[in-house]
């Protein structure tokens, strides 16, 4: 998978940002659609209102978030490929527009697309390792 970057939708557009997404279940307050210059608003993507209200940016309840918004996003598979496919080419930035830069939806999400992806290397990794070992076996008559 491509770059994942993260950035606040206020901030001015760069070359570098590639696919912007905003991740943000409700428009950003003060921007318009032709300001922010996405390239996808995914509302869907963003923590349900319950959680997104329970949360309301305190970062004692930040690994709790993290945990129940994580169960959130397995459910939303369609979304997660979406931005999967656009990191495959290019950098992908999810905008979000929290002002805690340090606690919000899309450092999460980052959070959640980068250990996917890398859980998914390791276990294409291990499976290979333990086919390599299982041929070498058979080839010295170890396994049947």
């Known amino acids: 998978m491509g770059k994942i970057l993260v950035k606040r939708v206020y901030e001015p557009v760069a070359k570098s940002d590639g696919f912007r997404v905003l991740v943000d279940r409700l428009w950003p307050r003060g921007i318009s659609k032709s300001d922010a210059q996405l390239d996808l608003w995914l509302p869907d993507l963003g923590p349900s209102t319950t959680l997104r209200q329970w949360?309301?940016?305190?970062?004692?309840?930040?690994?709790?978030?993290?945990?129940?918004?994580?169960?959130?996003?397995?459910e939303k598979s369609t979304f997660i490929a979406?931005?999967?496919?656009?990191?495959?080419?290019?950098?992908?930035?999810?905008?979000?527009?929290?002002?805690?830069?340090?606690?919000?939806?899309?450092?999460?999400?980052?959070?959640?697309?980068?250990?996917?992806?890398?859980?998914?290397?390791?276990?294409?990794?291990?499976?290979?390792?333990?086919?390599?070992?299982?041929?070498?076996?058979?080839?010295?008559?170890?396994?049947?």
């Open 55 to 74: 949360f309301n940016h305190d970062p004692l309840r930040w690994a709790e978030f993290l945990r129940r918004y994580h169960a959130e996003l397995k």
């Open 82 to 144: 979406t931005i999967k496919k656009q990191a495959k080419t290019r950098a992908v930035t999810l905008l979000y527009s929290a002002k805690d830069e340090q606690h919000n939806q899309a450092i999460a999400l980052r959070n959640f697309l980068l250990r996917r992806s890398d859980s998914r290397k390791l276990n294409r990794q291990t499976k290979k390792a333990t086919s390599a070992v299982i041929h070498r076996k058979k080839a010295k008559g170890g396994v049947s």
